[in-house]
């Protein structure tokens, strides 16, 4: 027997309640796109890590994307995003801090942005220290790439990020690069000591990311952290 036009009312309006999560943050973004994003937490700020943040952002154009940068890094020296090569568009921590201040969040800061700018983007990275941007994409990610150094001081650094991070927001899959650590072998050797320590006290997943460089120039090892951070990214909502 067809059902009554009233249980046919009911049958959506239970539908409606139950909309997925991304079109419910559609409608919390008024109808802006929700763009996956690259969580990439930085440590120091220093020149090195800010001009790695542009090169991951460049790795990303050449892997088909149309990324947008949000640097919310606490350095007074700008000049480490400022690598007149890149092709990345980028909104500056001024900025990012201005609109943050008025209680919203990166992917309402990602529409406002795309609709005053020509450009269209399909892919957000946030780039700040590790606690700070999980506080900011709490619902967004479910990974985070940190950069760090390889030896026994940051990494000891690095676990203490991750485990903020994990103990605050719950999060447990990180990918960690290591900048300028001069070989594979090296950077494996700091990776297997965090990622087991991790593993063993924070039940958090750590995958390798790799040596990566702080010149902008080296490409191939950019290209494959992009490759990695892309890898757990839900497709589009548009």
């Not at 900025?95 to 450009?119: I, P, S, W, Y």
């Not at 690069?177 to 494996?188: E, I, Q, V």
């Amino acid at each position: 027997r067809a059902p009554s036009q009233r249980a046919r009312r009911g049958r959506r309006s239970v539908f409606e309640a139950g909309l997925d999560q991304a079109s419910g943050l559609r409608r919390l973004l008024g109808g802006a796109p929700v763009m996956p994003v690259i969580a990439l937490g930085c440590g120091t700020a220093d020149r090195s890590e800010r001009t790695a943040a542009l090169a991951l952002g460049d790795a990303l154009s050449r892997a088909g994307w149309n990324p947008l940068l949000v640097d919310l890094m606490d350095c007074p020296a700008d000049d480490g995003l400022a690598l007149e090569s890149s092709r990345v568009s980028r909104v500056r921590p001024d900025e990012a801090r201005a609109f943050l201040a008025h209680g919203h969040d990166l992917r309402r800061l990602a529409g406002a942005t795309a609709r005053l700018r020509v450009q269209a983007f399909d892919i957000l990275l946030a780039v700040a220290e590790p606690l700070r941007l999980a506080d900011l994409a709490a619902g967004f990610i479910d990974r985070m790439v940190l950069l760090a150094r390889a030896d026994p001081v940051s990494v000891a650094r690095a676990y203490a990020q991750v485990k903020a991070v994990a103990l605050s927001h719950g999060l447990s899959d990180f990918v960690v690069a290591f900048l300028d650590a001069g070989s594979d072998d090296d950077a494996l050797v700091a990776h297997e000591r965090l990622a087991r320590t991790a593993s063993r006290f924070l039940a958090a997943r750590v995958a390798f990311g790799g040596d990566v460089s702080s010149d902008a120039q080296a490409r191939k090892c950019w290209d494959r952290l992009a490759l990695l951070a892309c890898s757990s990214l839900p497709p589009a909502e548009i």
